[in-house]
């Protein structure tokens, strides 16, 4: 089946600091989403993706859709205390009619003063 | 708007036991999921419901859990003869219609029910 990996596992960086994740998918998709996920908190949604090579950004947050749609990343620049928290990509599967989302495992993200 | 809802927010049952969650979607979406997260891990799908239909279900889904959206607005998850294994938070997502505005799959999250079976 489908399957979503997500590298880094672990990131701790100091504040100031650039952060990317990285999320690779077995299947091409349809479409990718990144949530953020507080400790102790629930997913939030940040963006969905759907073109090849697509490009967004968010202030200090860049989202890019591989040329494929196999691959994503989400890029933080100049990383503050509050980016910490978990980072998922999801996408369903292009050859899979249904809307299941398959997510990653995440990159946890620590942020030092 | 107060956002995607769930009860009980945290359940104890002993092995073997019978629980059901609740969760209440916000009250405009028709499209509402339910995913299961374990420690370390992303969320994993369950089961999809448009409007009252279930029209999706994860092959992961044993007999023992059933869910149901009868009227098409809150949802419940039922796991029978719980194992320890079914220990997880249990999330509940909902999304508007298709066509509503938005990001087509985008998905709002409830603040979960941490199941603990001992």
Sequence with gaps: ?113 | DTGVSQDPRHKITKRGQNVTFRCDPISEHNRLYWYRQTLGQGPEFLTYFQNEAQLEKSRLLSDRFSAERPKGSFSTLEIQRTEQGDSAMYLCASSPPVGSGGAYNEQFFGPGTRLTVL
């Design chain 1, 1 to 113: 089946g489908q399957q979503v990996m997500q590298i880094p596992q672990y990131q701790h960086v100091q504040e100031g600091e650039d952060f990317t994740t990285y999320c690779n998918s077995s299947t091409t998709l349809s479409n990718i989403q990144w949530y953020k996920q507080r400790p102790g908190g629930h997913p939030v949604f940040l963006i969905q993706l759907v073109k090849s090579g697509e490009v967004k950004k968010q202030k200090r947050l860049t989202f890019q859709f591989g040329e494929a749609k196999k691959n994503s990343s989400l890029h933080i620049t100049a990383t503050q205390t509050t980016d910490v928290g978990t980072y998922f990509c999801a996408g369903n599967d292009i050859n899979q009619a249904g809307t299941a989302l398959i997510f990653g495992k995440g990159t946890t993200l620590s942020v030092s003063s």
